[in-house]
């Protein structure tokens, strides 16, 4: 899939697509629905449409949320975009999947950027602001037997997410694949704020998938 991106859009680089074979892989009814947070160029929305799923793509960014419908036309598929953080603009809804590629480079700022570019990398000192709202709030907006998917930098905790999803009632908590290389330009970048400790040349890249029960066991 060759997508256009707008002035200002971040384009999908190699965890994106990480994600993008990983969505293919799971299976999905014909019923099936799907939600990509923080979508940018579209293209978890557009895979998991390809899919067979009805789909809807938040984001903070007009021109994302432009670049993704653009995308759609331009392979005649549907996409139902919103515009807002997380799950603020699916209040209510629930979905069979849920997938995202959210911002998780540390960064020098203390909170994300309210505009620019760096809106679709940068969250926070740890990295884990996007991230860790996107944990706290999946179990609520997935159908029973729904699932997650995540890929994030090990270097912003990979523990620290699969104990907060565990902790808001998902099974099957796991690190799907895990991907070794050098630091990408966008953290090798951060490293000369100082945000990312001089010394640390490799990190892996990880896909976690998690599941909402189908059943809820009493006690």
């Known amino acids: 899939m060759r997508l256009l991106t707008l002035p200002g859009v971040f384009a999908p680089i190699s965890d994106s697509w990480m994600l993008a074979e990983a969505i293919r892989q799971e299976t999905l009814g014909l019923t099936a629905t799907a939600l990509d947070l923080c979508t940018g160029s579209g293209v978890l929305a557009l895979t998991a449409v390809q899919c067979g799923a009805a789909t809807t793509a938040t984001d903070v960014s007009r021109r994302a949320l432009l670049t993704v419908q653009l995308n759609a036309i331009r392979y005649g598929l549907r996409v139902r975009t919103l515009r807002g953080q997380t799950f603020a603009p699916v209040h209510g809804e629930r979905f ?66 699969l104990y907060r999803l565990q902790q808001t009632g998902l099974v099957d908590v796991d690190v799907r694949e895990r991907v070794s290389g050098p630091l990408g330009p966008l953290m090798r970048a951060q490293q000369l704020t100082g945000t990312i400790p001089p010394g640390i040349d490799e990190e892996d890249v990880v896909i976690i998938r998690a599941v909402l029960p189908k059943f809820r066991t009493s006690t």
């Open 96 to 161: 069979d999947l849920i997938v995202s590629n959210p911002p998780y480079v540390p960064s020098a700022r203390p909170g994300v950027p309210r505009s620019g570019r760096s809106r679709a990398w940068e969250a926070g000192n740890d990295g884990r602001i996007v991230l860790d709202e996107i944990c706290a709030g999946a179990a609520a907006h997935l159908r029973p037997g729904g699932v997650l998917l995540l890929v994030h930098s090990s270097l912003i905790g990979v523990d620290a997410t």
